[in-house]
């Protein structure tokens, strides 16, 4: 036990829960792994070059961490690692950026082997790469689906299978994100809601082995966010889709990371900014609200459509 608390305190992580009243600083049955602070800490994040990712980035290395993006674009790194550099609490942060497609399983072992040997293991683990198209499930192609479940399922199996057995020794934290379709189906995201459902069990079972090498893991389910994908996301969006998320508020990026750092500070598992906790709540004990809503709204547009 003396060795785990070494591990999980050298990473700036700690259980906290019942502990049989042993004072180790780490919790030996039914624990929950947190994170003490960030000063200091390495931490990589996957889409880091926009959105939700960088605005962690940002964030992040305001409270001291040393951080790696890793995106496919370059000349977007090269601009977030500028927006990262300024942010910095102190000279002598480490901050570098590094291409890799998460939905190359071979590509991201070995760059993140590469990026191991250059900076050490990482104490924490974001996983914000994604992306969706929505539509009518008939206009949604095999290969967009292929593509979907790549991007978010197997982009964090990846990620995670490259990194955890350096990460076991000495304890940490990963971070997948999902989305509020990651607990709740909605109109037009069929492929997109597959994906981030398998996040969510994917999250939730890893944690579950995961704790008893004092690596935490949470599950980042954001509503509606103001970020380049996003608008993207609009260009595709049928009309039933937008009625459904009409009024429901739209979270700044900087929103969102802010959540992540507090969630990850307490150790929550669903991490939920804004409406999403409210609507976690909601469609696990009044499912049937949630329907009764989306189906008003998804008439209302089929009316406007008809005249």
């Known amino acids: ?17 019942q502990g049989k009243g042993i004072n180790l600083g780490v919790t030996v049955m039914a624990g929950r792994v947190r994170v003490r602070g960030f000063d200091g800490k390495l931490v990589f994040i996957t889409g880091g070059s926009s959105g939700i990712g960088l605005a962690a980035a940002r964030l992040l290395a305001r409270e001291g961490a040393d951080v790696v993006i890793f995106a496919r674009g370059k000349e977007r790194l090269e601009e977030a690692l500028r927006e990262i550099e300024k942010a910095k609490r102190r000279a002598g942060q480490r901050a570098a950026w590094k291409q890799m497609d998460v939905t190359d399983h071979r590509q991201v072992m070995e760059v993140l082997e590469e990026t191991v040997r250059e900076f050490g293991p990482p104490d924490v683990l974001i996983n914000c790469a994604g992306r969706a198209y929505p539509n009518y499930f008939e206009n949604i192609t095999y290969e967009q689906f292929d593509e979907t479940m790549k991007v978010h399922a197997y982009g964090a199996w990846n990620t995670v299978s490259a990194l955890y057995p350096h990460m076991k020794e000495k304890g940490g934290y990963i971070v997948n994100t999902s989305s509020v379709l990651g607990f709740m189906g909605i109109f037009g995201y069929t492929d997109y809601a597959a994906s981030k459902f398998a996040v969510v069990g994917f999250s939730e079972a890893l944690r579950s082995e995961a704790r008893r090498h004092g690596i935490g893991v949470s599950v980042l389910c954001p509503p509606d966010t103001d970020t380049p994908g996003f608008a993207v996301e609009n260009l595709t969006k049928p009309p039933e889709t937008r009625a459904i998320s009409e009024g429901g508020g739209l979270l700044q990026p900087g929103e969102v990371a802010e959540a992540l750092l507090r969630g990850m500070k307490k150790g929550v598992f669903l991490i939920g900014p804004g409406s999403a906790g409210m609507l976690y709540r909601v469609k696990r004990f009044f499912p049937w609200l949630v329907d009764f809503f989306s189906e008003r709204a998804i008439r209302k547009a089929a009316k406007g459509k008809s005249g």
């Open 1 to 17: 036990m003396e060795r785990l608390k070494s591990r999980v305190q050298g990473s700036g992580v700690e259980s906290v829960g």
